[in-house]
């Protein structure tokens, strides 16, 4: 049952990463266009967008916290774990367990503060100005539903790990 629903989770992952590409892709035609347009003259169109470091800024971060839980998953996160190889492996195991516990406590704790940051900025009418006026909520709703989703798959992840061999992980592993 647990890895259904933990097989099914990982299709929403990666769901979440395609769109994650996608806005890569977006942010990538802005990109191209703003500069296009600063250096040819074209008449009827104007020299540049002026919104686009703004809008690329944005897409960047949400490709971010769109990709995290994905590359969580796949193993493909910032890891380090030298330590961990050189270690016996039911220690290391053990270590790795702890480890998971943490992380999952972090991204709880994230995922709380950042909800309440951003219901703050909601009902305060914080705005971000710059080129383009926007809500300050609109920035920051994505973090608490990612770091929800950070905890959901520490959790798969400690499953994986106490039903695995006891040692350490292999997934993205930079010592042998």
């Keep these: 049952m647990m890895d259904r629903i933990s097989k099914a989770y990982g299709l929403l992952l990666t769901g979440l990463a395609n769109i994650g590409f996608l806005l890569l892709l977006v942010m ?23 919104w686009s470091n703004e809008v ?11 990709l995290a839980p994905w590359l969580l998953r796949q193993g ?15 220690v290391a195991w053990c270590t790795e367990c702890l ?6 406590l972090c991204c709880w704790v994230m995922a709380w503060y950042s909800a309440l940051s951003t219901l703050r900025s909601f009902d ?5 100005i710059k080129t383009l006026v926007t809500p300050e909520w609109w920035s920051l709703c994505p973090l608490p539903f990612i770091f929800v989703m950070l905890s959901i798959e ?20 930079s010592a042998s």
């Design 99 to 104: 480890g998971d516990v943490l992380a999952m």
């Design 124 to 128: 305060s009418g914080s705005l971000n």
């Design 76 to 90: 493909q996160h910032i890891r380090v774990d030298i330590v961990l190889q050189a270690l016996p492996p039911y």
């Design 154 to 173: 520490m959790f798969f992840r400690m499953h994986r790990l106490l039903t695995g061999p006891k040692g350490p992980r292999h997934d993205a592993v």
């Design 28 to 50: 990538m035609v802005i990109i191209v266009a703003d500069v296009m347009l600063r250096n040819l003259l074209i008449p009827g169109l104007p020299m540049g967008l002026a």
């Design 56 to 66: 690329s800024e944005m897409l960047l971060y949400l490709i971010a916290m769109l």
